[in-house]
């Protein structure tokens, strides 16, 4: 019986090596290329609170969004409550806050004068809109500015004057902040 094709050891290594040399050649080439090496941005929180209107920033908005650090996000409510009771609580909140006038009054009147309030977490993290400022940090560095909403856990706590004992209250609150970060340039 005679076979249609038949090799000895030697032709079969020389058509295996033709063929890995062929299939060699049409790789892609971009697999040979070094890769290039791109900064991520790291942000410095510069303050919070500061009333801007992100959509109409004359900023480049930005490609997908930076990411910004949870421990950024709880320092900055913090900066936010610190106020709270306060008589600078008022300046805190956003001009375009929504009774807000309301809010500090309320706090001012019903709130005890001992009551502190304090951040225990922050959870659900999601940036709303962002917007780069070419060159308006103070340092001269690019200013991103974030708007943000956050699940804050809070825990208030003041001397009750009827009980005589000291009171906490554990809460959670949804928030809007609207963070300001020195970053590097972004080319």
């Known amino acids: 019986m005679t076979g249609i094709c038949s090799f000895n050891g030697s032709q079969l290594r ?3 090596a033709i063929l890995v040399f062929v299939s060699a050649l049409s790789a892609p080439l971009q697999a040979r290329e070094f890769r290039q090496v791109k900064r991520i941005p790291s942000p410095q929180l510069l303050s919070v609170g500061e009333v801007a209107n992100l959509p109409s920033l004359p ?3 930005v490609d997908g969004m930076i990411p910004i650090p949870e421990r950024d996000v709880k320092r900055a409510l913090e900066k ?6 306060k008589p600078g609580f008022r300046g805190r909140l956003s001009w375009h806050f929504v009774r807000g006038d309301e809010l500090a009054d309320t706090v001012r ?9 304090r951040v225990l977490g922050v959870s659900s993290t999601q940036i709303n809109a ?3 400022l070419r060159g308006q940090a103070p340092d001269g560095r690019d200013l991103l500015v974030s708007r943000i909403t956050t699940t804050g856990r809070t825990l208030v706590q003041f001397n009750d004057r009827s009980s005589r004992q000291l009171s906490s209250l554990q809460g959670t609150n949804d928030f809007v902040l609207q963070l300001f970060h020195a970053i590097e340039r972004i080319k």
């Open 14 to 16: 020389l058509w295996l």
């Open 59 to 61: 900023g480049a908005q």
């Open 80 to 85: 936010v409550l610190n106020d709270w009771g």
């Open 109 to 117: 009147s019903y709130v005890p004068r001992d009551a502190r309030i």
């Open 130 to 132: 962002q917007a780069i």
